[in-house]
């Protein structure tokens, strides 16, 4: 968003909520077809890819930055709606340490992503995860989970619980805060 002295002068809320209506959209549409993906390891590599383009832009930091120069009224729902988002695009975006191993504008692929370090799962690529599925669907652990007479596989493990729990917490909390930011 371009900011000017005017229109920093003439700031209208219902303008500025109206002009980033476009990149909420766009937001909206990329976790709409994550949301698509029925495989989850696919679902967390397209969810970071989305993310890490926006976190590569900077989020919504300069939208923050101007809310907060004009705090009144249904603003403050907003700069806490943004906020939020901000945090998902954090938790949800590059780390060279985190699951998104992946450097600013480099594309988010399999062998980018790391999963496991879970229920004593060494941590792989999501690639080595899709890669050996046959494998990890006939690993079962007994030591985890209510019912011990039907064992959780290592697959259902990283597809449904980490990246399937990972994937469904993001989506869910950026399209609530869309939602709030959709009403002004």
Not at 122 to 147: C, M, P, Q, V, Y
Not at 156 to 177: A, M, P, S, T, W
Request: glycine letters at 6%; aromatic letters at 10%.
């Amino acid at each position: 968003m371009k900011r000017n002295f005017l229109s920093e002068l003439f700031f209208s809320h219902k303008r500025f909520m109206v002009k980033m209506q476009p990149k909420l959209e766009y937001l909206e549409s990329m976790l709409l077809s994550v949301e698509k993906i029925d495989n989850k390891i696919w679902a967390i590599i397209n969810l970071f890819q989305a993310i890490s383009q926006l976190q590569d832009e900077g989020g919504f930091t300069e939208e923050l930055e101007i809310l907060n120069n004009h705090r009144s009224g249904k603003i403050g729902e907003h700069i806490i709606a943004l906020q939020n988002i901000q945090y998902h695009i954090q938790a949800a975006g590059r780390d060279l340490y985190g699951m998104n191993r992946t450097q600013k504008g480099e594309t988010v692929l399999a062998d980018k992503v790391f999963l496991g370090n879970i229920f004593g799962i060494w941590t792989n690529t999501a690639k080595h995860f899709l890669d050996n599925r046959k494998k990890f669907e006939e690993d079962f652990s007994t030591d985890i989970g209510k019912n011990l007479e039907k064992p959780i596989s290592t697959w259902e493990i990283i597809h449904d619980y980490q990246c399937g729990n990972f994937v469904k917490e993001h989506l869910n909390g950026i399209k609530r805060q869309i939602a709030i930011l959709k009403k002004f």
